[in-house]
């Protein structure tokens, strides 16, 4: 009767486990299209009665799964997902400038430019053609401002983007804390937990398509889930991510662990859509503005030039210059060469001609002797020089030339220089172009010059990594009455203890610009979080000063329009040139002369320095030529970036594949198990039916 019993057990533990089996495949094969669905297969084991078999006993049911292709496909999401966005992005940033091949490109503009005024020095009288000269100028800088607002407008997006992608990255992590919970519940009873296991295993392949995790099993069942550093976002409760945005200072994510008194600390996202999105908030898009500012101040600069150096015909009353952000003495120092100003009558003859020597540091009359002048004595000595022939002012920051009476003011650059800029190009006397603020910060200032910012006020700066994550904060105090150069200045910027020495260093360059370079291998970057500095009274801080931060910078391509004296009257366009050669009594502006057109037209051929801005370094060329190498930037960028989407979705789907067919559902493999498992059900039935026949019979006999 033991042998009959113990027949009896192990057919029906084989009838259990059949029927098990039988369970499980049924639910493959419901599931064969169910996305997320992992094919789930039973665990048993033998079971031994004191030392003989006793059939088998099902422990569980468990998923068909391969950590290391769980990875792969979670990380090749996580690329495809930053790449994709990434792509998405810049090529609508591609799209703001035109069609390369269409008449409305942007970078083409500066040649309509050149071609108008080409047109105009062929007939100078021509009001007409002035008017569409400045309709083109005007174009151009139209076109750079709604370029710049609409970039704007997407890092805007992006910026939104990042901060809904947290939100649902908290949402998902607490979904997978909640379902730890119900995975270790049921196997600690025994039970399917496949189930909660599979919306797991979704939940995070969403969470690793905004942003990179480490996922390891843990053994009481579930996840844990931790940040590149090792933190845990997932483990014993669900921690919480913030996104933090600064107006001024680049995004990052921070995360808080679960337990009271748990500070904020900020992690390293290498990966995902997150990845995507911050990497076009803070370095790409405000890059590209920066870039774009730097070709329309550039450019203009490059009009300005000629403009200065020319004259309308007739010559103006007054010219009036833009804001310099300097006090005049330290805007006159460190000119070298020659310039001219003179005082014509309405026929353009000469009536007084003031030659200022600023290598010499004299100012002479009509060719006479110089009289000295020193930076602080200049205002004075010119308008000594100008005596009754005019009278010339500065005011916040700005100079201004007046002729009296009927006559005019005209200006030859001669040689003079600082800045790479003439003396008139430098105070903006005669610009064709002018800016709603500091546009161009090649101030000028040399180390020795006085800084001229109030001392005691600061400037607060935020040292972050390249990805973003904030370093350090750094308030950097004026230095006292004692240190009043730039130089001092700089080397208070440059601090270790109080300044960012520690991550890089301010440099000060030739034509007086301010930049910082982060040290490897951290290769920091500074932004200007507040900045309460002021040069003199009403001037610009420091930042506005030298544009620090691409914030400052990213704005200024919006910042310029036409001359608005120019566009109210098209007459006063300088398109002649003031002629130091002509004799007495003649003309030194002639009506009829086109030169300073020719030389507008020409501008954009010139070379010029172009400062490091977006993904081109320092750079000498022409603005035609920057404007190939921006614009093919561009284009290059958004291709690079979709063939990495490309590749990175391709490898997500070779990933996913690889994956399925581990854990995927085969039909044709689960009705092999099917009927392997119904034979078995069977065989198991009638064992424990044949044993019922034996038993019967046997108790039949008994008496």
């Known amino acids: 009767m033991s042998s009959l019993s113990g027949v009896l057990q192990n057919a029906t533990s084989g009838l ?35 030392g003989a078999g006793a059939g088998v006993d099902v422990t569980g049911v468990q998923r068909v799964t391969n950590q290391y292709l769980q990875s792969a496909s979670l990380t090749a999401g996580a690329d495809s997902s930053r790449f994709s966005v990434y792509s998405q992005f810049l090529d609508n940033a591609q799209n703001l400038f035109g069609d390369p091949s269409g008449a409305d490109y942007f970078f083409n503009l500066p040649d309509t430019i050149s071609a108008d005024f080409a047109s105009a020095a062929n007939d100078p009288s021509s009001t007409l053609l002035r008017s569409q000269a400045l309709n083109s100028v005007s174009n151009f800088l139209g076109d750079a401002n709604r370029i710049n607002t609409q970039i704007a407008s997407l890092s805007s997006t992006a910026d939104s983007q990042a901060g809904a992608d947290v939100a649902q990255a908290n949402t998902l992590l607490q979904q997978i804390n909640s379902l730890n919970s119900d995975i270790s519940r049921a196997q600690l009873n025994g039970g399917d937990a496949t189930g909660s296991e599979n919306q797991q295993a979704e939940d995070i392949t969403q969470l690793s398509s905004l942003l990179n995790v480490n996922v390891t099993a843990r053994p009481q069942g579930g996840v844990t889930i931790r940040s590149t550093e090792g933190i845990a976002l997932v483990d014993n409760g669900a921690s919480t991510l913030t996104y933090n945005a600064g107006a001024n200072t680049p995004g990052f994510v921070s995360v808080t662990t679960p337990g009271n008194g748990s500070q904020p600390e900020p992690i390293t996202i290498a990966s995902g859509e997150l990845r995507g999105l911050l990497d076009l908030r803070n370095t790409k898009l405000p890059g590209l503005s920066d870039q774009l500012g730097e070709f329309v101040s550039r450019a203009s600069q490059a009009l300005n030039a000629a403009s200065n150096a020319s004259t309308a015909s007739p010559p103006p009353k007054t010219l009036t210059g833009q804001n310099t952000g300097l006090d005049l003495p330290t805007a006159v120092s460190n000119f070298t060469g020659q310039t001219t100003i003179a005082i014509t009558n309405s026929s353009g003859v000469v009536q007084q001609s003031v030659g200022i020597d600023f290598s010499a540091g004299t100012i002479s009359v009509n060719g006479g002797p110089g009289a000295a002048f020193t930076p602080a004595t200049f205002l004075t000595q010119l308008n000594a020089s100008l005596g009754a022939s005019g009278t010339a002012s500065f005011t916040n920051g700005a100079l201004s030339i007046s002729a009296s009476g009927a006559n005019g003011v005209a200006i030859n650059e001669g040689t003079s220089q600082k800045a790479g800029e003439g003396f008139s190009q430098f105070f903006g006397l005669n610009n064709l172009i002018t800016s709603t603020g500091l546009s161009s910060y090649d101030t000028g200032l040399a180390s020795t010059d006085p800084n001229g910012f109030a001392p005691g006020s600061t400037i607060t700066l935020q040292v972050s990594t390249s990805a973003g994550n904030p370093l350090r904060t750094v308030t950097v105090a004026v230095p006292p009455a004692g240190s009043p150069t730039v130089g001092d200045l700089v080397n208070a910027l440059n601090n270790s203890a109080t300044g960012v020495g520690l991550y890089g260093t301010f440099t000060l360059d030739a034509q007086g610009g301010l930049t910082f370079q982060g040290t490897q291998p951290q290769n920091a970057q500074v932004t200007v979080a507040q900045d309460t500095t002021q040069r003199g009274v009403g001037g610009p801080s420091i930042s506005q000063l030298f544009g620090l931060g691409l914030a400052q910078r990213s704005t200024r391509a919006g910042s310029f329009q036409v001359n608005p004296t120019l566009a109210a009257d098209p007459t006063q366009v300088p398109l002649a040139t003031l002629n130091l050669g002509a004799g007495p009594g003649q003309p030194a502006v002639s009506p009829g002369d086109g030169s300073g057109a020719l030389a507008l037209s020409l501008a954009n051929q010139n070379p010029v320095l172009l400062k490091a801005a977006g993904d081109l370094g320092n750079i000498t060329t022409s603005i035609d030529g920057y404007a190939a190498q921006f614009g093919g930037s561009i284009g290059r960028d958004a291709a690079t970036a979709s063939d990495q989407s490309t590749s990175a979705t391709a490898v997500q789907t070779a990933a996913n594949a690889k994956l399925q067919s581990v854990q995927g559902v085969s039909i044709d493999e689960e009705l092999v198990n099917l009927t392997t498992y119904q034979s078995a059900y069977s065989a198991n039935a009638r064992l424990i039916q044949a044993t019922k026949d034996v038993l019967d019979s046997l108790l039949a006999i008994l008496p």
Do not use: C, F, H, M
């Not at 059949?18 to 094919?39: C, E, F, K």
């Open 16 to 50: 259990q486990a059949a029927q098990a089996a039988l369970n499980a495949i049924s639910d493959n094969i419901a599931n064969v299209n169910t996305p997320g669905y992992v094919r789930k297969v039973i665990t048993q084991q033998e079971n031994v009665v004191a």
